[in-house]
């Protein structure tokens, strides 16, 4: 008996998030099914500011050395952070209008049709920012580009840079991934009116 005490523990996995349930918005209930606005293609998000492919809940502490980017052990995204904003973000545009991948805008560079808008989304900044031990803050921030396929390239339409800030309801893990999930849905519907306003 005592030589089984003493076997170690088993490790114990990772707490795992995402953004919820309500993650994106759903349509109206009673509103019609058919796409408001011009369809758009939304390419795969780029995470330039993060590890390729993590799945790590990222920290910082901006009270000592808020540069060093830090992760939870215990926990983690279930998918890197990059797909689930893609997820979030095609939601709200999904709303009002088809979003398609980017096998239709190469078909439509092909066919010479520019009327195919492409969104591509680099997302410089997803972590939970200390400002104290008792106090933080999820923080995003995300480069959105609207291009114009053309058969000799895409060509800018236009470009913005969004930031959202959402205070965490607790000092940890599960409060830095529920600021987080709030900051990006706060960023999607941002987002989602821009294109709205540069591609009716």
């Avoid at 990059?82 to 398609?100: D, F, H, I, N």
């Avoid at 205070?167 to 941002?190: F, T, V, W, Y």
Wanted: contains cysteine; neutral net charge.
């Amino acid at each position: 008996m005592a030589a089984c005490s003493a076997l170690p523990a088993p490790p114990v996995p990772p707490v795992v998030y995402d953004f919820g349930p309500g993650a994106s918005r759903a349509p109206a209930q009673g509103a019609a099914t058919a796409p408001q606005r011009a369809p758009l293609v939304l390419a795969d998000v780029e995470s330039p500011g993060l590890p390729e492919g993590s799945t790590a809940l990222h920290y910082r502490l901006g009270y000592d050395d808020a540069r060093q980017l830090r992760a939870y052990q215990r926990a983690r995204w279930s998918q890197p952070p990059g797909r689930l904003v893609q997820q979030s973000v095609a939601g709200e545009l999904g709303a009002e209008r088809a979003v398609l991948g980017l096998r239709a805008a190469r078909e439509a560079a092909r066919e010479g049709n520019g009327s195919l808008l492409v969104l591509r989304i680099e997302l410089e900044e997803f972590s939970q920012v200390f400002s104290a031990p008792s106090q933080s803050e999820g923080v995003l921030r995300l480069r959105a580009t609207l291009a114009e396929p053309t058969p000799q390239g895409e060509r800018l339409r236009a470009q913005r840079v969004f930031e959202a800030h959402q205070s965490a309801p607790s000092a940890d893990a599960a409060g830095g991934a529920a600021a987080l999930a709030q900051a990006a849905r706060q960023a999607a519907r941002e987002l989602s009116a821009w294109v709205d306003r540069t591609a009716p």
